[in-house]
């Protein structure tokens, strides 16, 4: 599992690339990422293209961004979800939360 992150700030975008397993694993990685967002990033794309899995607990790491940029639909894009993946998503209402494309 890795999780790449880099910083646009001409568009004060946080890019966000998550391979593997999107489980517990990564929480210190999207804690930090929580730290940096109370810090003025504006947006947060989160590219899942390559990840094959995702649990509960990342579902929950993703609504505590959300809650650090301001529980706006748009503030956070998903992207790039394979179907088995969007499949969670669509299950658990993110679709209604979060921007997913």
Same mark, same amino acid.
């Given at each position: ?46 590219? %899942? ?13 993703? %609504? ?36 997913? %494309?």
């Amino acid at each position: 599992m890795t999780v790449e992150v880099y910083l646009d700030k001409s568009k004060n975008e946080l890019q966000v690339k998550v391979s593997g397993r999107f489980d517990f694993s990564v929480h210190q990685d999207f804690r930090t990422l929580s730290e940096v967002t109370a810090k003025g990033v504006g947006s947060i794309t989160i590219d %899942l293209g390559r990840t094959e899995y995702v649990d509960s607990s990342a579902l929950g790491m993703l %609504l505590v961004l959300r809650d650090k940029v301001g529980n706006q639909q748009n503030s956070i894009k998903i992207i790039n979800a394979r179907p088995d993946v969007k499949k969670i998503l669509t299950i658990a209402n993110f679709d209604k939360l979060f921007t997913v %494309l």
